[in-house]
Nanobody, 115 residues
Framework: QVRLVESGGGLVQAGGSLRLSCVASGSINAMAMGWDRQAPGKQRELVAIITSGGSTNYLDSVKGRFTISGDNAKSTVYLQMDSLKPEDTAVYYC??????????WGQGTQVTVSS
């Protein structure tokens, strides 16, 4: 069983920054970790992902503003969000993909960007 706990969400003005953290515990055999988000009335979308080898990929709309990083020793993944925009407002969910292809999500953390 895998447990993911996110932290770091909150309210910020447009142009500001937030850093999300996600700590994984349990039977972790992670192939990749990442962050999804879901805004009200919209589908959940993958924002950023990092593989165990350090490769990263980003949603086009966040490229150059968001940075994903990981600490394998701490089983933690971070999402540094800079130059935030109101359209970044969403619940952000940590995602873990195991080497067997199973996917787990955390409970989510709210990010609200005011204009």
């Amino acid at each position: 069983q895998v447990r993911l706990v996110e932290s770091g969400g909150g309210l910020v003005q447009a142009g500001g920054s937030l850093r999300l953290s996600c700590v994984a515990s349990g039977s972790i055999n992670a192939m990749a970790m990442g962050w999804d988000r879901q805004a009200p009335g919209k589908q959940r979308e993958l924002v950023a992902i990092i593989t165990s080898g350090g490769s990263t990929n980003y949603l086009d709309s966040v490229k150059g503003r968001f940075t994903i990083s990981g600490d394998n020793a701490k089983s933690t993944v971070y999402l540094q969000m800079d130059s935030l925009k109101p359209e970044d407002t969403a619940v952000y969910y940590c995602r873990l993909i195991t080497t067997r292809g199973s996917v787990f999500w955390g409970q989510g953390t709210q990010v609200t960007v005011s204009s």
